[in-house]
Each structure stands twice: as C-alpha cells, then as structure tokens.
C-alpha cells in the first residue's frame, strides 16, 4: 500500500527551530515528487514547494522561499520540511503529498495525515 | 500570479445534484484537479484531468472544464459528501507554481 507517514504534533516557542517529516512506503521513493501544503486553522490549502528525492532539486512556493527548506533522505524514504526560526503565523497543519506524475501538471495523488505545528509567541 | 475562484458555500438536499464551480483566466487551457476534505482529515484526490475519477471514488463525481470556468458534479448527493472541496491547477507563468482555490463547502441538507 502507498503512504506517506508524517511525524507527531509539535509546540514550540517562536524563534526555535523545528524538522517535521513524511516517510514514504509502497512505491519508489525516488520517482516521485513530494510537495508540502500547509492549512492554517479553518482556511484552504497553500502550497508550500516540492523535491524530487532523486536529486534532490527543490522548487518553492514564492510565498515560503526562504522561510523553510524541504530536503530528503533516500536511506530512509523520508521528506523533511524545516524551520530556522520559527514565527507563531507558522501556526498551521501541514500535510505532505506526492505528485502523480509531472511537475507543472499533475495532481498530489497520496497525501500523508498531517503534522500540526502550534508555535507560541 | 494565477487566482483560483470558488463559492465559499454551496447547499444541497440528499439526493440532488451539487454544481461547485472553479473560476480562472482561461482555465480551460489547464489540467484542473479537485480534492475533498473533511473536518479533521487529510485531503482526498477526487477528480484529476478536468473530468477522470480515481480508482474508488464513486461515479457520482464528474468534472468538466471550458473556457473561464472548471466544474465539479455530484450528483445523488449524500451525507457522507458534506465537506470542503478545493480546486487546484499549475500557474505556468510563474515557473509552474502549484495554486488551490479557496474552497466550497458543502452542506448536505
């Protein structure tokens, strides 16, 4: 079965750095873009950016360019997404989601359940 | 950069036909994905390409897309349906960024 398992809930404080992370099982991991989405409580879904595990090329949402890093770790099928400093507007659940096929045209096929981040000022 | 345009809410009774639509510039010239979302669960793929369905998504979900304007039909709607259904395409002028519209409630009557 295709999956994407996401790491806990976490609370942290603004200004501390946190990892969250989407470990994959089912398919190749390599073959398969990975996006992250966040949702901020009762609004709609924003993409955050994606990876290509194979390489390791990353493509961000202008929105989050320089306010988060996705990376990857093939060893063990997992997608990480990463903050330096947090803010409490980082609030928010964040889901990662793999994409079905092609970068620019594709649908998020397999989404995982979700990691709340709840950052407190 | 490309702007998605949902009705925040849409109402319908059990067993009538639901029309949740998805406005863009020219959004028939792009693929249009739909998701479904219940309260408290991960988003789910229910229509892909304008108008295939997944494998186990019921019949009842179609799309279609021309023009200004991509649609997502369901029909003999039930309880279980109620939730936010959000559209999503690739804005290719903006080195191809992925973008959602705002969402459509739906309220099963």
């Known amino acids: 079965e295709v999956q994407l398992l996401q790491s806990g809930a976490e609370m942290k404080k603004s200004g501390e750095s946190l990892q969250i992370s989407c470990r994959a099982s089912g398919y190749t991991f390599t073959s398969y873009w990975i996006g992250w989405v966040r949702q901020v409580p009762g609004k709609g879904l924003q993409w955050m950016g994606v990876?290509?595990?194979?390489?390791?090329?990353?493509r961000y949402s202008p929105s989050f360019q320089g306010r988060v890093t996705i990376s990857a770790d093939n060893s063990i099928s997992t997608v990480y997404l990463q903050w330096s400093s947090l803010k409490a507007s980082d609030t928010a659940m964040y889901f990662c989601?793999?994409?079905?096929?092609?970068?620019?045209?594709?649908?998020?096929?397999?989404w995982g359940q979700g990691t709340l981040v709840t950052v407190s000022s | 950069s490309y702007v998605l345009t949902q009705p925040p809410s849409v109402s319908v009774a059990p067993g009538k036909t639901a029309t949740i639509t998805c406005g863009g510039n020219?959004?028939?010239?792009?693929?249009v994905h739909w998701y479904q979302q219940k309260p408290g669960q991960a988003p789910i793929l229910v229509i892909f390409?304008?108008?295939d369905r997944p494998s186990g998504i019921p019949e009842r979900f179609s799309g279609s897309n021309s023009g200004t304007t991509a649609t997502l039909i369901i029909s003999r709607v039930e309880a279980g349906d109620e939730a936010d259904y959000y559209c999503?395409?690739?804005?290719?002028?903006?080195?191809?960024?992925?973008?959602f519209g705002g969402g459509t409630k739906v309220t099963v009557l």
């Open positions: 989601s793999r994409l079905r096929g092609s970068y620019g045209s594709d649908d998020f096929d397999i």
């Open positions: 390409d304008d108008s």
């Open positions: 999503q395409v690739w804005d290719s002028s903006s080195d191809h960024d992925v973008v």
């Open positions: 990876i290509w595990p194979g390489d390791s090329n990353t």
């Open positions: 020219n959004i028939g010239s792009k693929s």
